[in-house]
């Protein structure tokens, strides 16, 4: 059973920025592809971002390409959300998750969804 754990969310005005970090408490943490994605009140959850297993594939989804960005560091078991130019738009509460997969990635469907993290509200006022 793999753990993760998101940390970073917060309260952020429109146009400013935010880091999400998720640690994963797996030790075969670069076996997994890893993804964000965010469910806003009254929406189903939508896919934000994907890294594959070395971190020389990522795919966004359009509305944030451009302002979000993700990374990982294999060394340390964690994923990066960094989001910038945030709107009120991106007020969700932000899900960690793993896919075993080896492989380029275009995109992360939760049906694929190994693991999820417990979530991280970030709100963005207006």
């Known amino acids: 059973q793999v753990q993760l754990v998101e940390s970073g969310g917060g309260l952020v005005q429109t146009g400013g920025s935010l880091t999400l970090s998720c640690v994963a408490s797996?030790?075969?943490?670069?076996?997994?592809?890893m993804g964000w994605f965010r469910q806003a009140p009254g929406k189903e959850r939508e896919f934000v971002a994907v890294?594959?297993?070395?971190?020389?594939?990522?795919a966004y989804t359009d509305s944030v390409k451009g302002r979000f960005t993700i990374s990982r560091d294999n060394a340390k078991n964690t994923v990066y959300l960094q989001m910038n130019s945030l709107k009120p738009e991106d007020t969700a509460v932000y899900y960690c998750?793993?896919?075993?997969?080896?492989?380029?990635?275009?995109?992360?469907?939760?049906?694929?969804?190994?693991?999820w993290g417990q979530g991280t509200q970030v709100t963005v006022s207006s």
């Open positions: 998750a793993a896919e075993l997969y080896i492989g380029d990635v275009w995109t992360m469907t939760p049906a694929h969804v190994d693991y």
């Open positions: 797996e030790s075969a943490f670069s076996s997994y592809a």
């Open positions: 890294i594959n297993w070395s971190g020389g594939s990522t």
